[in-house]
C-alpha cells in the first residue's frame, strides 16, 4: 500500500480491502519513523488524522465514493489550517495556529482527504533548496547529504519516501516542479488564477499558484479536480466552469505537436539530464508525437526579470509581519520603532531579508522606472513569445532543472547560483501558464531527472493526458528512493 497511487488506494478503500483508519496508521507510522532523518514535515498531528479517517470511513460505510475520500494528505506549511501551527518555515510564524482554513484545505477536506500534517518550506516560499527554513533543511530520499529543492522540498520529499500518497505545494518560480524534478515524484502548476489563494500566505501574488504533488500524472488529475475551482474571496480566482482535469489521460498522442525551444536546450545542462530528456523526446517521437523547433527569445531574461518582480511584491506582502498583531515579537525594545526593527531583525531569516531589501530598492524613488517597471514590460514581451510559440506546437517540452539535486550547502554563499536552478521553471509563471513536471530517468549518481511539459493557458488536461501516456510506457515515477526502503518496519 506503501507504494501505491492515489488512484490505486481509492480503488481498495471504495473495495473495503483497507479502511482509512489502517492506511493512515501505515503513513503516520512511516512518516514517524523516517522524519528524523529527512525533515519532511514540520508538524505530524497523528490524533487529527486518525480522527480524519474516521470520518472518511464512516462516509464510506454509509455508502459515499469519492477519488480522495479515505486518502492521506500532508499540506505545504503555507496554507492556513484551523488549529494547526502554520509557520511557513519561519521564525516570524513559529507561534502562529491559524483560526481558519485556506480555500485548498477547505476543498480538501471536503473531498474527504485524511490530514497527516504539514510540510518543510523555505522560509516564506523563498528558496530553491529548502535550505532557508527555520526549522532547518529538509533533505531528498535519494541521497540524504542533498537538497529535496524548493520551496515546497517538504512536500515533495515526503511523498517521494511514500511517508504520504500525495501533497499540495506552491510554485511561484518553480517550487512545486523543481522539487519534483529532484525528488523523482511528479509536480503541476496550474495556470495561475485556477487554484484559489486564500489562506494561502503570500510571497508574490502576481505569480503565487498552489498545485499538487504526487506518484504520477493520474494522481495529479485527481488531485486537481478537488483542488481547482473559484473562491469570491480570491480577488485572482478566475470564474470558469469546473473542468474534469482527468478527461485527456487517454489523449492520442499521434500528431501532437511538442516544441523544443533552443533555450532549453542551451549550454549549461548537465550531461546525464540532458541524456534523460533527449530519450524521452525520442520516445514521444516514437508514440507519434511531432516535435517542431521554437523560440523563446526572452526566456534567458526571465530569472532576472523574476528576481525583481519577486522580491518588489515580497517586500509589500511581508510589511504586515511586524510584531505587533500576530507572529513574532522582540523581548526587548526601547520603542514602538525599535520593536519593528528588532522584531523583523530576528523573526526573518538571511534569503528572506535579502529579498525584503531587494524589492524595497527596485520600488524605491529613482529606481522604480528603472528596474520594476523595465522588468514588468520584459515580462510582457516572455509572455507574447509563448503566445508565438503556440502557433506552432500544442506543449513545450524541456528540463525541469539543468542539473540533479545538488550537495546541501554547495549553493549557499552564492545566491545567483542558486538562483539559477530555476531557470527553466520562471518563465511559466512569468506568463501565468501551466507546467508539468515528471520524472524520465536517472544521471550517473543515480538521482532523479525532470521532464517538463508546458501548455497554453487552461491546458493542465492536455499536459497531463501527455504526461500519463509517457507513463503507461515508462516506470520512472515508480522508482523508490534507495535511502528508505519500504522494509523500515514503519506501518508494521
Not at 497527516?116 to 527555520?134: C, I, P, Q, Y
Not at 520524472?439 to 525532470?450: H, I, N, R, S, Y
Request: overall charge neutral.
Amino acid at each position: 500500500m506503501l507504494n501505491a497511487t492515489v488512484a490505486q488506494l481509492a480503488r481498495a478503500l471504495g473495495r473495503r480491502e483497507i479502511s482509512s483508519v489502517e492506511l493512515a496508521r501505515l503513513f503516520l507510522a512511516r512518516t514517524q519513523a523516517l522524519n528524523a532523518g529527512l525533515n519532511a514535515f514540520i508538524t505530524i498531528d497523528p490524533d487529527r488524522a486518525l480522527a480524519d479517517a474516521r470520518a472518511a470511513d464512516a462516509r464510506i460505510a454509509s455508502g459515499e465514493r469519492g477519488p480522495l475520500l479515505g486518502i492521506p494528505l500532508a499540506h505545504k506549511d503555507i496554507f492556513c489550517t484551523r488549529g494547526m501551527l502554520t509557520s511557513c518555515g519561519s521564525r516570524m510564524l513559529s507561534n502562529f495556529v491559524s483560526p481558519y482554513d485556506a480555500g485548498v484545505v477547505e476543498r480538501m477536506a471536503r473531498a474527504g482527504t485524511v490530514l497527516l500534517g504539514k510540510t518543510n518550506m523555505d522560509e516564506f516560499a523563498m528558496g530553491s533548496s529548502n535550505e532557508s527554513s527555520w526549522y532547518g533543511p529538509a533533505r531528498n530520499p535519494w541521497d540524504l547529504a542533498r537538497v529535496p529543492g524548493g520551496s515546497s522540498g517538504g512536500s515533495a520529499a515526503a511523498v517521494a519516501a511514500r511517508m504520504v500518497p500525495a501533497a499540495t505545494g506552491t510554485d511561484t518560480g518553480g517550487s512545486i516542479r523543481q522539487p519534483a524534478a529532484l525528488t523523482g515524484v511528479c509536480g503541476l502548476k496550474p495556470t495561475y488564477g485556477t487554484v484559489s489563494r486564500y489562506g494561502m500566505i503570500a510571497y508574490a501574488s502576481s505569480l503565487d499558484q498552489g498545485g499538487p504533488f504526487g506518484k504520477s500524472a493520474e494522481d495529479l488529475a485527481i488531485l486537481m479536480n478537488a483542488m481547482a475551482g473559484f473562491d469570491t474571496r480570491d480577488s485572482t480566482s478566475l470564474e470558469r466552469p469546473d473542468e474534469d482535469y482527468a478527461r485527456s489521460l487517454d489523449v492520442n498522442l499521434a500528431g501532437l505537436r511538442i516544441g523544443l525551444p533552443e533555450e532549453f536546450f542551451g549550454e549549461g545542462i548537465e550531461p546525464g539530464v540532458r541524456r534523460a530528456v533527449d530519450e524521452a523526446v525520442r520516445w514521444f517521437e516514437k508514440a507519434g508525437a511531432k516535435t517542431v523547433r521554437v523560440r523563446l527569445p526572452n526566456a534567458r531574461l526571465a530569472v532576472p526579470v523574476y528576481y525583481v518582480i519577486a522580491p518588489a511584491e515580497a517586500s509589500s506582502n511581508l510589511s504586515r509581519y511586524d510584531g505587533v498583531r500576530y507572529g513574532h515579537r522582540a523581548a526587548e525594545y526601547a520603542d514602538l520603532a525599535d520593536m519593528y526593527r528588532r522584531s523583523r531583525a530576528e523573526g526573518f531569516g538571511r534569503e528572506v531579508k535579502r529579498r525584503i531589501l531587494i524589492g524595497t530598492y527596485v520600488l524605491s524613488h529613482g529606481y522604480y522606472d528603472a528596474y520594476y517597471l523595465q522588468a514588468q514590460k520584459v515580462r510582457r514581451l516572455i509572455a507574447q513569445d509563448f503566445a508565438e510559440a503556440w502557433r506552432h506546437c500544442d506543449l513545450i517540452l524541456g528540463p525541469t532543472s539543468p542539473g540533479t539535486a545538488f550537495p546541501l550547502g554547495a549553493n549557499s554563499d552564492d545566491p545567483v547560483k542558486m538562483y539559477l536552478n530555476d531557470i527553466f521553471t520562471i518563465p511559466a509563471p512569468l506568463a501565468g501558464l501551466p507546467g508539468l513536471s515528471i520524472p524520465c530517468g536517472f544521471d550517473e549518481a543515480g538521482l532523479p531527472v525532470g521532464l517538463q511539459l508546458m501548455g497554453d493557458h487552461f491546458s493542465e488536461a492536455l499536459l497531463l493526458g501527455a504526461g500519463h501516456r509517457y507513463q503507461q510506457d515508462t516506470d520512472w515515477h515508480l522508482r523508490m528512493p534507495r535511502e528508505t526502503p519500504l522494509d523500515t518496519g514503519a506501518g508494521k
